[in-house]
């Protein structure tokens, strides 16, 4: 009985032990992260968004050029975003997803990479500073080159459906008036002459957004 309880204490003991060395070995990505490689240059893009002004609730795409000038080969493990306060940058608003690559560039080769991220849809709309990074090793040594590092400026997109409950509204209003005058005249007529131009523009700046929409898809 004894012998067992020994045996039993001993495998619970070496199993706290392995547990906090896996806690001691876990590292964060972004945490004390290597520095780059001489002869590897970095490119970033925003492909919908070039003005670097982000739709908040949305997914945003970035772009990484990443080019091995040297001659040895680099095996892209993967890329890895924040988004930071941009007085503080050590305050986190969000990490976003490691996104791994496994992918091989030789020397004076060259690829293009694509990573997206999702922004909070509680985020405010104010600025803040967005870095995104790519991890790569050589066959010795680990590098990483952080691709984009700049204040980005957030907003809250309107929404197609805004523009259609506008219009509505509107369309509505001017109906009304129009049908209680019974054929407006003088300043009543001008009004319901101001309510239809605005509803006219609430289509117009309607059918904008929506083509804009088709034009990012």
């Known amino acids: 009985m004894i012998a067992s309880l020994s045996v039993l204490l001993v495998a619970l003991l070496a199993l706290v032990v392995v547990s906090s060395e896996d806690v001691r070995a876990f590292k964060h990505p972004l945490t004390d992260m290597p520095g780059p490689a001489e002869d590897v240059s970095t490119v970033q893009y925003f492909p919908n968004q070039p003005d670097l002004k982000l739709p908040i609730g949305e997914v945003i795409t970035v772009l990484c050029h990443f080019s091995n000038e040297g001659s040895g080969y680099y095996n892209i493990s993967g890329v890895m975003g ?28 060259e690829i293009s990479l694509k990573y997206t991220f999702q922004l909070h849809p509680e985020l405010d709309p104010v600025d803040y500073q967005l870095a995104v990074t790519v991890f790569y090793d050589s066959e ?78």
């Open 82 to 109: 924040s988004l930071n306060a941009p007085i503080d940058f050590r305050h986190h608003f969000q990490n976003y997803s490691y996104k791994p690559f496994g992918i091989v560039v030789k020397g004076g080769e």
């Open 140 to 217: 010795s040594e680990s590098f990483s080159n952080t691709f984009f590092n700049q204040t980005v400026e957030l907003y809250l997109p309107t929404s197609e459906y805004d523009f259609d409950t506008i219009a509505s509204v509107l369309f509505s209003l001017a109906s009304t008036g129009l049908n209680a005058g019974g054929g407006l005249k003088g300043k009543e007529a001008r009004s319901g002459g101001n309510m239809a131009e605005a509803m006219a523009a609430a289509q117009a700046k309607r059918e904008e957004v929506k083509k804009k929409r088709e034009e990012k898809k």
